[in-house]
């Protein structure tokens, strides 16, 4: 579990929603004393003991889960790669019915887009409606849904994003029974999307509303290009590069907050590796550029 303000995020990894061990993850927001869960948070696509969810973190609004058995960046037989996933979780933004929620992440890097219903205005069993992009700067690989739709199944129903065009993606459900409820709020669909390497601004628009949101108002979101924090291996800050920077970092992972470093877990800038997340590879990767080995620091 990782907590950031009134959010947390809840690593869930053998979960079997997506297969077995396929795993997944869970934002609860905090009003007052009380934490709701606000959205579920999948991979996306069949994924067998992907292990989704085996570590989150999270600041302000961006939260990133691991998925320490996921195969897609290679690795050779027996030998998974693991991935890191990137999700914006939504905050304060567009005042539409159906709104996509501003985001931001590195050029070269991926992202996922949330859009939400802010108060519906009335129930809600059949939906449609179009995300235009540019595409030279984000191209559409696929999707996560919100918690609104979790029930959108067979046999009662379904729910499916399909890119028609280039810069053009059409999202639709239907559901015969107990549908989205008059004055519900919270996350339709996560658009996840590559970045180019070279990228500018760019904003998400939202069209073609059909069915029971025909006469909803709408909210475009924008995409705008983040920088990113390259961690050196010095930890606590102190200016060099000793065992206990790779201390810090495995406290990290392991959730010891707050760390021996006298920093928030949360603080600890421990992803020397790049990979997304802070792992003991990291903490070996710190160890080993102090004792003059070959590290990933080099």
Same mark, same amino acid.
């Given at each position: 579990? =990782?907590?950031?303000?009134? #959010?947390?995020? $809840?690593?869930?990894? *053998?979960?079997?929603?997506? @297969?077995?061990?396929? @795993? !997944?993850?869970?934002i609860f927001r905090r009003s007052g004393a009380v934490w709701s869960q606000e959205a579920k948070l999948t991979a996306g696509e069949l994924a067998f003991y992907d292990r989704f969810g085996c570590s989150v973190a999270v600041s302000g609004d961006t939260a990133v889960v691991g998925a320490d058995g996921e195969w897609s960046g290679g690795g050779g037989f027996g030998t998974p790669a693991g991935s890191a996933y990137v999700f914006v979780i939504p905050t304060a933004g567009g005042t539409g019915d159906l709104d996509i929620v501003d985001s !931001?992440?590195?050029?070269?890097? /991926?992202? /996922? $887009?949330?859009?939400?219903?802010?108060? =519906?205005?009335?129930? %809600?069993? =059949? *939906?449609?409606?179009? %995300?235009?992009?540019?595409?030279?700067? *984000? #191209?559409y690989t696929g999707f996560v849904k919100g918690t609104l739709v979790d029930n959108f199944d067979d046999p009662v129903g379904d729910f499916? $994003?399909?890119?028609? !065009? !280039?810069?053009?993606?059409?999202?639709?459900?239907?559901?015969? *029974?107990?549908?989205?409820? /008059?004055? =519900?709020g919270g996350v339709l669909v996560y658009l996840k999307f590559d970045i180019a390497a070279v990228c500018d601004s760019s904003v998400l628009e939202i069209a073609a509303l059909t069915d029971d949101i025909g006469s909803w108002t709408a909210t475009s979101g924008r995409f705008t290009p983040g920088s990113v924090t390259v961690c050196d291996g010095d930890v606590n800050g102190d200016g060099d590069i000793t065992p206990a920077d790779a201390l810090c970092a495995f406290e990290k992972y392991m959730t010891i907050c707050p760390t021996s470093c006298g920093i928030k877990c949360a603080d600890v800038c421990g992803d020397v590796n790049g990979d997304g997340d802070t792992t003991p590879a990291d903490a070996l990767c710190i160890f080993n550029k102090y004792l003059g080995k070959p590290s990933c620091l080099d």
């Open positions: 579990m =990782a907590v950031s303000g009134d #959010t947390a995020v $809840v690593g869930a990894h *053998l979960n079997d929603d997506d @297969g077995p061990d396929s @795993g !997944s993850a869970y !931001s992440a590195p050029c070269g890097g /991926s992202v /996922s $887009v949330p859009v939400r219903i802010q108060d =519906a205005p009335n129930m %809600v069993n =059949a *939906l449609g409606f179009e %995300v235009t992009y540019d595409p030279a700067i *984000l #191209t499916d $994003v399909n890119p028609y !065009s !280039s810069g053009a993606i059409r999202i639709g459900g239907y559901r015969s *029974l107990d549908g989205i409820a /008059s004055g =519900a």
